[in-house]
């Protein structure tokens, strides 16, 4: 966490996410989540988000998944609800 926090001081275009919170127990997790989420609504960035958990992309409005041995993407759209 702290490591995110002192990246986001030089106000990035673009947040490079890979498993950033894989480690923490769910409560971390949630507000780890909901601080990305603002932080990313109230600057106008954009995200690229690796993760194994459904639930961090929730509020995606695009999804690139990678299936398991298929040698192909599959890209889903959302909208923000």
Do not use: C
């Not at 030089?10 to 950033?20: A, C, G, N, S």
């Not at 109230?42 to 509020?59: F, G, M, S």
């Amino acid at each position: 966490r702290i490591s995110l926090i002192r990246n986001l001081q030089f106000m990035p275009k673009v947040l490079l996410l890979d498993e950033i919170t894989s480690a923490l127990d769910e409560s971390n997790k949630h507000n780890v989540n909901e601080m990305i989420h603002r932080y990313v609504r109230e600057q106008n960035i954009a995200v690229l988000w690796v993760t194994h958990d459904k639930d961090e992309i929730n509020h995606a409005d695009k999804v690139i998944t990678l299936q398991p041995h298929a040698g192909e993407m599959q890209e889903a759209r959302y909208e923000l609800a």
